[in-house]
């Protein structure tokens, strides 16, 4: 059961990468960059999270907890910039 949740948090983590490619391929450069970063992160995460009911002898709650924390946090303070316009234009 243990390499079967590990595939799926690397399967997941890597799909979830490319599903911005696929399904958004009109978002702005800057939108996509951030989402390419912290979206395969916080699967990662998440899925520990889940991982924990499935396979509790690996699951340590505050590192769940703090892993969490961390990426709300730095979701809110990593919020995708704009680019500047052009200079002349």
């Known amino acids: 059961m243990t390499i079967a949740c ?4 690397v399967l997941g983590a890597s799909l979830t990468y490319a599903y911005f490619d696929r399904f958004f391929p009109e978002a ?3 939108s996509r960059r951030y989402h ?3 979206s395969p992160i916080a699967f990662l995460i ?6 924990g009911a499935v396979d509790p002898s690996y699951f340590v709650p ?5 892993a969490t924390a961390v990426l709300t946090l730095g979701t809110f303070l990593a919020q995708p910039v704009a680019s500047p316009p052009p200079a002349g234009g």
């Open 6 to 9: 590990l595939v799926g948090l």
């Open 28 to 30: 702005k450069p800057e």
């Open 36 to 38: 390419r970063v912290i």
């Open 46 to 51: 998440y899925g520990y999270t889940i991982w």
């Open 62 to 66: 505050g590192i769940a907890l703090m």
